[in-house]
């Protein structure tokens, strides 16, 4: 069965770093898209970034383009999210997900199998 397994998360002050790791199992990774997530109090689970299957192209929300950076490492069947400059709205629950194939890649609904999420808080 599919299993995605974040770690990396905690509390980091403003301009700090992260790095998220999501390690698989159950699937063949290298043929799915790989995403992340996150979600705030109160607020919807927004698409932070996904990598595809294909040829690794790699697709970013405009709040973090730039500070944030995915990547994949097929030989482990792990992703990662490098999070730079973190910001306090950057303060969210973080999930990885996977899926067979995508559309536009950062809608929730275009995944099938989630991770159980890890926190990341950014406080001074």
């Known amino acids: 069965q599919v299993q995605l397994v974040e770690s990396g998360g905690g509390l980091v002050q403003p301009g700090g770093s992260l790095r998220l790791s999501c390690a698989a199992s159950g699937f063949i990774f290298d043929r799915w898209v790989l995403g992340w997530f996150r979600q705030a109090p109160g607020k919807e689970r927004e698409g932070v970034s996904y990598?595809?299957?294909?040829?690794?192209?790699?697709r970013y929300a405009n709040s973090v383009l730039g500070r944030f950076t995915i990547s994949r490492d097929n030989a482990k069947s792990t992703f990662y999210l490098q999070m730079n400059d973190l910001k306090p709205e950057d303060t969210a629950i973080y999930y990885c997900?996977?899926?067979?194939?995508?559309?536009?890649?950062?809608?929730?609904?275009?995944?099938?199998?989630w991770g159980q999420g890890t926190q990341v808080t950014v406080s001074s």
């Open positions: 990598i595809s299957n294909a040829d690794g192209s790699t």
């Open positions: 997900a996977t899926s067979t194939d995508v559309t536009l890649g950062l809608l929730p609904y275009e995944y099938d199998y």
